[in-house]
């Protein structure tokens, strides 16, 4: 059974940064689109930023552009989404999500996803 397996989570201060990662096992499983979504304490889950691996395009889906990267999934399908200056307000679990084969254009609905990952959580200080 495929499962989606994330790391890099953890406490940072206001203004660190952190990697999550996201890896398929077995890494065989091809990954044709990964989206990252958070859901902070009371609050209901919400895309962050998707992408594309062929041709690879990256899509952000909060004001933090600016502060957060995804990068293409590489030749191992791990995709990565990189926190820059984190604030406070972005304590919350994040889960990467996955799909084989034909992607939807919607990757920033929940539903486009068969695969989801476990969540790492993440933890801001001011």
């Known amino acids: 059974q495929v499962q989606l397996v994330e790391s890099g989570g953890g406490s940072v201060e206001a203004g660190g940064s952190l990697r999550l990662s996201c890896a398929p096992s077995?890494?065989?499983?091809?990954?044709?689109?990964m989206g990252w979504f958070r859901q902070a304490p009371g609050k209901p889950r919400e895309a962050v930023a998707a992408?594309?691996?062929?041709?690879?395009?990256?899509f952000y889906y909060t004001r933090k552009e600016g502060r957060f990267t995804v990068s293409r999934v590489n030749n191992t399908n791990t995709g990565y989404l990189q926190l820059n200056n984190v604030e406070p307000e972005d304590t919350a679990k994040y889960y990467c999500?996955?799909?084989?084969?034909?992607?939807?254009?919607?990757?920033?609905?929940?539903?486009?996803?068969?695969?989801w990952g476990q969540g790492t959580q993440v933890t801001v200080s001011s």
């Open positions: 992408v594309y691996t062929d041709p690879p395009r990256q």
């Open positions: 999500a996955a799909e084989a084969g034909w992607c939807s254009y919607r990757l920033n609905q929940e539903d486009s996803y068969s695969l």
């Open positions: 077995p890494v065989s499983f091809t990954v044709a689109c």
